[in-house]
C-alpha cells in the first residue's frame, strides 16, 4: 500500500529557512496524473494547503505563502521537497505530506506529520 | 479565515444523523469537486469523501456527501462513538491564482 513519511527538523530558529522531505513508496511521481502536496495545521487549528507538485514538474502554491515555499521533486529517490524561507513562529505547525489520487484533487494517502517548533 | 465555512460543532447521540455544512462560492465550490476529510484526535486526515459524493472503498456508507449551488454537506446517519472527530471540507479555488483551500474544520461531538 502508499505510504509518505515526513521528516526534518522538528525546531528551527525565527528566521531560518524550513526544509522538509517526504519520502514515498509504492507509487511514482512520474506516473500520469500523481501529485503530491504539503499541508499543515498549527496545534488546535484548522489545516491549511501549502503547495502541491505534479508528475510533469508543475507546481501549485498558496497565494499566501506562495513567495516563501518551493517544492520539488527527486522521483529516481521517491521524495519530495518543501522549503519554507523566513520561519516565523506562527509558522510552529504539524506539516503533513499526501499523495493526491491521480486526476483528481482528492489526497487519499497521508503522512504521518511532522511537528515543527518555530522559536529561539 | 478559511474560504470555505463550516459550523465550529456538532454533536449528537449514538445512532443519530449529523449534518455538516459547508458554504463556500462561484469560485470554489461552485465551480470544483468538493472533498471531505476526517481527522481523529492526535491522527492525520482520513479521505472520506471525493468527487462531490464519492466513498473510497472503506469508508462506511453511513457517511454522504452532497452539493448544491456554492454549498455542500457532510451527512453521518447511525452515528458511532469512533465517529468523534474533525471534518473538514475542501476543494479548489479558481481565484486569482488557483489554490486547494480547506473549510474551517467541525468537531463532531457524540453525546
Known sequence: QITLKESGPTLVKPTQTLTLTCTFSKFSLSTSGVGVGWIRQPPGKALEWLALIYWDDDQRYSPSLKSRLTITKDTSKNQVVLRMTNMNPVDTATYFCAHRIPYNDAFDVWGQGIMVTVSS | ?111
Open chain 2, 1 to 111: 479565515q478559511s474560504v470555505l465555512t463550516q459550523p465550529p460543532s456538532a454533536s449528537g447521540t449514538p445512532g443519530q444523523r449529523v449534518t455538516i455544512s459547508c458554504s463556500g462560492s462561484r469560485a470554489n465550490i461552485g465551480s470544483n469537486s468538493v472533498y471531505w476529510y476526517q481527522q481523529l484526535p492526535g491522527t492525520a486526515p482520513k479521505l472520506l469523501i471525493y468527487a462531490d459524493d464519492q466513498r473510497p472503498s472503506g469508508v462506511p456508507d453511513r457517511f454522504s456527501a452532497s452539493k448544491s449551488g456554492t454549498s455542500a454537506s457532510l451527512a453521518i446517519s447511525g452515528l458511532r462513538s469512533e465517529d468523534e472527530a474533525d471534518y473538514y471540507c475542501a476543494a479548489w479555488d479558481d481565484g486569482l491564482t488557483a489554490s486547494y483551500v480547506f473549510g474551517s474544520g467541525t468537531k463532531v461531538t457524540v453525546l
